[in-house]
């Protein structure tokens, strides 16, 4: 959990925080946004330009929660952070499942013989096994 200081100025900065508890405990200001959950970035993602300093901090908190996507309790976010992560690279998903996705980037690194698409295919993989694991959650 996050609190992005001073969000709308050019010196934005980012709290941490281990659980509900305390960051119920922090003041906050107008100019603070809280994130609790990977669809407030989501959130706040959307609303932010591309080359607005902010955006920088938005995608260290983005790599947290793809570090750890257990984190991560819908599909949607799920999907949103994989495909905010997809377009950094210069991609679609093309109509592709996150599966088919990773499949074509692997065969394109192994047919240009390069390592260009490693870590985007490891979170496409590792967001394909927690999908599967919100829908098994839904049974």
């Known amino acids: ?23 119920d405990n922090q003041p906050q200001s107008d100019d603070d946004y809280r994130i609790t959950q990977a669809g407030d970035l989501l959130e706040l993602y959307v609303k ?16 947290l929660y793809l570090d750890d996507l257990d984190l991560v309790n819908s599909a949607a976010e799920v999907t949103g952070l994989l495909v905010w992560l997809m377009d950094d690279y210069g ?16 065969d394109i690194d192994i047919e240009d013989d390069t390592d260009k698409y490693t870590d985007l295919i490891f979170h496409l993989k590792d967001a394909v096994e927690r999908l599967y694991d919100l829908e098994m959650d839904e049974w």
């Open 1 to 23: 959990m996050f609190i992005l200081r001073n969000y709308q100025s050019d010196t934005a900065s980012l709290q941490s925080f281990e659980n509900q508890t305390e960051i």
């Open 48 to 63: 932010t330009d591309n080359n607005a300093p902010l955006m920088a901090l938005l995608k260290q908190v983005r790599e």
């Open 91 to 106: 991609l679609d998903g093309r109509g592709e499942s996150l599966e088919q996705t990773a499949d074509r980037l692997s």
